[in-house]
């Protein structure tokens, strides 16, 4: 770099362009830093963001045959004691093993990117208990969401389904001759807080 006014070899010059290199570089520096930042926050809104981290709201695919025709027994909608195991089921204190909240958050506000919100009941409610069990017990293909047949009886992935719906389904049964949630009642609802 010439500097005018200056030889080439003066100290001012040799000074001038360590310091022109040195701001440069550090301009440069902040600009990744703040360009880093903001592309972090980007990925932490995309991947924690609830409902705009999930996408459009549009209708699971339907279950599979077989598991079509399974529904909640009718009498466990308002069984108190069942909701209760399936809240200690959905925190991991029945089985350390299976832990929803780990990735579902124990509130139902997903605390991993890519778990669905259970609280979103626009969302939520285009899932039948069919479809709601199918998912847990086979996962959901191409996503974090493993299959817990192996893990579960099918009476305890029923409990989740009776308790991950209070999150944004409270009072409410899957109704099949109407083909959607409706009033169930006086129906007992646990908060996965409780202890």
Known sequence: MK???MSKDTPQQATGSVILTKER???????????AFLMGMGLTVVGCGGESGEGPIVPPPP??????GKHVPADWWADAAKVEEGRKLYIGETNPDVN?????????KPVKAGARDFRNGERMKLYSDS???WRISEG??????????????EEDRWKLVLFERNFALAGKAWNE???QWADAGNIAVASADKK
């Open 3 to 5: 500097m005018r006014g």
């Open 131 to 133: 479809v709601w069990f």
């Open 63 to 68: 279950a599979p045959a077989e598991y079509a």
């Open 25 to 35: 570089g550090i301009v440069m520096e902040m600009k990744l830093v703040q360009v």
């Open 140 to 153: 959901v293909q191409n996503t974090k969401m493993k299959a817990w047949k192996s893990k579960l009886s």
């Open 177 to 179: 001759e109407k083909k």
């Open 100 to 108: 929803c909240a780990s990735c579902h958050g124990k509130d139902g």
